[in-house]
Every structure is written in structure tokens, then in C-alpha cells.
């Protein structure tokens, strides 16, 4: 974006942060920087952005950055992070939670038991904010966002706010038809009436299975590939050699193989070309064709267009 442009971006109540690293909004660690990060004050500010922004200006929203992998080139236009407390309240009404989209899910773990909230225990155990749950209608544990939605307040890239019923995202196993320019606002969860003590029984029992069973202290993605139907994708990555491979300062975790590990050193590159390999090694192995879980965005490098 050049000069001229970032001076037509609209005056907002909110932040701008110029050449912003996305290497520390990412899980990975790795990534070059958004050439502008946007984070508005309410519901309000960032109306106004959509509707007063240069409309050849692409913008992407970010959640969590958990199950995000930045490119080393960085991403081109704006960066829209819902980070200020407005976008994260909450209210109960009529044993439905509602929340912003910023909510980040760990936070569910003090909120579920104090107010009697079940059948939303799993979403404790899923990185990232409620917002970022939509794309890949992430799930755990035998739950998924699919069954808990009821609808969500969305704008979209012109600023319009609406409501949306879950099946109108047709949702699927890690996947929904969600528009790139929408932005969810408020997301309508059906919960039923538990005990605070078998509620936090649930999550300490969810956390304990985590800790077991996945790696712990490290900088990753969560899932790298998506479960093929009726399989286990870090079964096939290890019979396919996968989990011995190693590109630059990344390999897949000794403790479970559908895990990226980033020693530190790695970039992006070497991570997405890591994963190839694993594509191509499963694929000559077994003819399963593992299709990516985390979400790559950007450019591979600074030049790209």
C-alpha cells in the first residue's frame, strides 16, 4: 500500500498500527508484517471504517491467530484485529450466551460454571476467539460450533449488519461458505442448564486429555491437517514417514505428528513447505490426499503482487 493510500484510510476512534509484525499475533511465531493493522474502538468505529475505507484496499480479519500461518511477505492492505474490550461482552438471555466475536474461548473456562452455562464446555479447549470459530466451524471432543449456534450478528465489508441462522453458514466438518468480508459481531449460543461442578469437571477433564495426548509449550498450530473421513491424518503422516521429516526449524512434534513445532528459527517458507511434503509423502504412501487445516494467508514475499 503506498502513502497516497494509507492517507485515504478513513479517521477512526480506534488504531492504526503501520508495518505491524504478524509473527506476534500468530501462534507460529513466523510472518511478515501487515502493512496496516486496524483495531476499532466498537461496533461504531469499525462501521465507519467499511463504509468510508477505499474499497481497492483488501482488508483481513483476524481472530486468534492460532490456527494461522502469515507467509514471510507479509499482508497486503488492512489487518482488522477486534481487540478492544467492546468487542468481547457478554449477556445471558433465556439460557442463551451471546458474545462478541472477540471473546477469546479459554475465557469461557471462568465464565460456563460461575452461571450455569453447559454444552459449551469443548469451546474452552479450542484456541483463538468465538469469532474465529466460524470459518473452519472449529470443534473438539465430539462438539463443534455447528451444534451450539443458533445465529450471529455479522457486518459485512460495507459496513451492513445483519443476522445469520447457523444453517445458513452450511457448515461442515472444518469448513463453512463464510464470505471473506464478513466480520462476526455477536455470535448466539444455545447452552442447557448444568451444575458449576460438572461443568468445571468437563473442562478440567478436557484440559487433562490436552495435556496428555498434544504438546504443550511450544509454538503451533493446533491441527496442521484435516482428518480424512473415517481417518486419522497423524496416522497416515507417520506411516508416510512424515513425522521424522525436518525443513529448516520446523518439524512436526515428537508427541503428535499432526502438530507443526517451531524451535524459533523457522519461517514460514520452510513451515509451508514442511507440510507439502507431508501432502506428497501421504499421497505416494496411501493416496490420501491431506487437505490443510491451518489457514495460509499472504504473500510469499515483499514483492509479491
Known amino acids: 500500500m503506498s502513502k497516497v493510500q494509507i492517507n485515504k484510510l478513513p479517521i477512526i476512534r480506534g488504531t492504526y498500527k503501520y508495518n505491524e509484525p504478524m509473527s506476534r499475533h500468530t501462534w ?12 476499532p474502538e ?11 475505507r477505499p474499497q481497492e484496499i483488501p482488508f483481513f480479519v483476524l481472530g486468534g491467530g492460532s490456527n494461522l ?10 489487518v482488522i484485529k477486534l481487540k478492544n474490550a467492546n468487542f468481547t461482552k457478554w449477556r445471558i438471555v433465556d439460557n442463551k450466551f451471546i458474545c462478541g466475536g472477540g471473546l477469546v474461548n479459554f475465557n469461557l473456562k471462568k465464565i460456563l460454571p460461575q452461571h ?23 470443534g473438539c471432543f465430539g462438539g463443534e460450533l455447528s451444534q451450539v449456534l443458533e445465529k450471529a450478528r455479522v457486518m459485512n465489508g460495507h459496513g451492513e449488519i445483519f443476522e445469520v441462522l447457523a444453517q445458513d453458514f452450511h457448515f461442515a466438518y472444518r469448513h463453512s461458505e ?11 449460543l444455545k447452552t442447557v442448564i448444568k451444575s458449576a461442578v460438572e461443568i468445571s469437571a468437563q473442562i478440567d477433564q478436557n484440559d487433562k486429555y490436552r495435556k496428555t495426548h498434544q504438546p504443550q509449550g511450544i509454538k503451533t498450530a493446533g491441527s ?37 513445532d517451531n524451535d524459533g528459527t523457522a519461517t514460514a517458507a520452510e513451515i509451508e513447505t514442511l507440510g507439502e511434503r507431508i501432502i506428497a509423502a501421504v499421497k505416494a504412501q496411501s ?14 514475499t515483499n514483492n509479491d503482487e
Open 28 to 39: 507460529l511465531g513466523v510472518g511478515g508484517a501487515a502493512e496496516v493493522m486496524f483495531e
Open 224 to 260: 496442521t491437517f484435516k482428518n480424512p473421513p473415517e481417518q486419522a491424518a497423524w496416522k497416515l503422516i507417520k506411516a508416510a514417514g512424515g513425522a521424522e521429516m525436518v525443513e529448516g526449524g520446523v518439524r512436526m512434534s515428537a508427541q503428535h505428528c499432526n502438530f507443526l
Open 69 to 78: 500461518l502469515v507467509r514471510d511477505g507479509g499482508i497486503k492492505g488492512v
Open 116 to 138: 450455569n452455562l453447559g454444552g459449551l464446555e469443548f469451546l474452552c479447549s479450542i484456541p483463538g476467539t468465538i469469532g474465529g470459530a466460524f470459518r473452519s466451524n472449529a
Open 42 to 52: 466498537d461496533e461504531t468505529d469499525l462501521q465507519y471504517f467499511m463504509q468510508h
Open 178 to 188: 463464510f464470505p471473506e468480508d464478513w466480520i462476526i459481531l455477536e455470535a448466539y
Open 287 to 300: 493416496g490420501v490426499d491431506l487437505q490443510w487445516e491451518v489457514k495460509r494467508v499472504g504473500q510469499y
